[in-house]
Nanobody, 123 residues
């Protein structure tokens, strides 16, 4: 059994910061890419940031968050974090964590999603 759980959302004023955390747990053999997505009301889910595994992890960001958000991971703890700075009202959304996980006993990677955490940025 594998699960992915996010935490850290909340209400913040424009210009403020939040740190979102995500932990994968359960019967995990290895984790490949991890990432954060968001879905605003009435809009499609979009990629915010992703990060590969390994000692030299490569990060990828949506243009709208470059220079404001930073993604990081701790492979020893199966966690990924998103530091969101200089938040804007348009960053308001439910933020989801996704991890590509190979469970013990399996020979393939499967996408696992968290339940989402709400970030609200007031103007």
């Amino acid at each position: 059994q594998v699960q992915v759980v996010e935490s850290g959302g909340g209400l913040v004023q424009a210009g403020g910061s939040l740190r979102l955390s995500c932990e994968a747990s359960g019967s995990i053999m290895s984790i490949n890419a991890m990432g954060w997505y968001r879905q605003a009301p009435g809009k499609q889910r979009e990629l915010v940031a992703s990060i590969t595994s390994g000692s030299i992890a490569n990060a990828n960001y949506a243009e709208s968050v470059k220079g404001r958000f930073a993604i990081s991971r701790d492979d020893a703890k199966n966690t990924v974090a998103l530091q969101a700075n200089s938040l804007k009202p348009e960053d308001t959304a439910v933020y989801y964590c996704k991890a590509d996980i190979r469970a013990r006993g399996s020979n393939r990677y499967v996408e696992f999603w968290g339940q989402g955490t709400l970030v609200t940025v007031s103007s």
